[in-house]
C-alpha cells in the first residue's frame, strides 16, 4: 500500500485566496483525521471522521475551515478565504478506527499564505 | 479532558548515551499511550502503542516505553544513542471510548551529538 496520500506538498498562496488541501487515506480505514502543525501550538486535531461521517470539527478554528469527505478514498480540507496565519502543516492521517488502533500519517502539505 | 505533557522540548545526548524522552498523561482511566517520531519534512510514523497488555512495550529502532500508572508516564528510551535517532518524538493519547482521535504532545526534538 503507498500509505497515506496528500496533495500538494507545498502550496503557496496569497492572502484572500481559496486553497484546497487533499487527502486519500490507506484502503480500509474507517477513520480519517486532519491535523495542523506549527511551532506555536504544536499537532492540533481539526477535524475527524468516521465511516465518511465527520465526527468532531470542535477543532476546526474558524468558518473560514471546511472540510468534507464525500467517499471512503478521499477527502478535502478547504481554506476560504485564507490568511498568514493559516500557514503551517497540514497532516492527514487515517485509521482502521478504534480507541486502541494507531493513525498513519500522510507527508503533509506545506502551506504558506504571503 | 486528556492532556498529554512533554518535559523537555529539547534534549542533547551523546552518540552510545541512553535516551530517555518523558511523556506524561492526564486522565482518571488509564488511556491508550503511542509514541511517534518525526524526521524533518516527514510525517509522524508510530514507534510503539501502549493498550493495557504488557507494561513495558518495545518499539522499532530499540526504543521502548515504560507505563506507570501510579505516575501516569509513559517514557520514552533507548540504552545507546545513534546518530540517526535525531528527530523530533510525540507522545499521544487515545481515550478509552473515543473513535481513536489522538492527542499530541508538543514534541521532544532529540540532538545526537558524534
Known amino acids: 500500500d503507498a500509505g497515506v496520500i496528500q496533495s500538494p506538498r507545498h502550496e503557496v498562496t496569497e492572502m484572500g485566496q481559496e486553497v484546497t488541501l487533499r487527502c486519500k487515506p490507506i484502503?480500509?480505514?474507517?477513520?480519517l483525521f486532519w491535523y495542523r502543525q506549527t511551532m506555536m501550538r504544536g499537532l492540533e486535531l481539526l477535524i475527524y471522521?468516521?465511516?465518511?461521517?465527520?465526527?468532531?470539527d470542535s477543532g476546526m478554528p474558524e468558518d473560514r475551515f471546511s472540510a468534507k469527505m464525500p467517499n471512503a478514498s478521499f477527502s478535502t480540507l478547504k481554506i476560504q478565504p485564507s490568511e498568514p496565519r493559516d500557514s503551517a502543516v497540514y497532516f492527514c492521517?487515517?485509521?482502521?478506527?478504534?480507541?486502541?488502533?494507531?493513525?498513519?500519517f500522510g507527508q503533509g502539505t506545506r502551506l504558506t499564505v504571503v | 479532558a486528556q492532556s498529554v505533557t512533554q518535559l523537555g522540548s529539547h534534549v542533547s545526548v551523546s552518540e552510545g548515551a541512553l535516551v530517555l524522552l518523558r511523556c506524561n498523561y492526564s486522565s482518571s482511566v488509564p488511556p491508550y499511550l503511542f509514541w511517534y517520531v518525526q524526521y524533518p519534512n516527514q510525517g509522524l510514523q508510530l514507534l510503539l502503542k501502549y493498550t493495557s497488555a504488557a507494561t513495558l512495550v518495545k518499539g522499532i529502532n530499540g526504543f521502548e516505553a515504560e507505563f506507570k500508572k501510579s505516575e501516569t508516564s509513559f517514557h520514552l528510551t533507548k540504552p545507546s544513542a545513534h546518530m540517526s535517532d535525531a528527530a523530533e518524538y510525540f507522545c499521544?493519547?487515545?481515550?478509552?471510548?473515543?473513535?481513536?482521535?489522538?492527542?499530541f504532545g508538543k514534541g521532544t526534538k532529540l540532538s545526537v551529538k558524534p
Open positions: 492521517a487515517s485509521s482502521v478506527g478504534g480507541t486502541n488502533t494507531e493513525a498513519f
Open positions: 499521544a493519547v487515545s481515550e478509552r471510548g473515543s473513535q481513536g482521535n489522538l492527542i
Open positions: 484502503s480500509g480505514h474507517n477513520s
Open positions: 471522521f468516521n465511516n465518511n461521517v465527520p465526527i468532531d
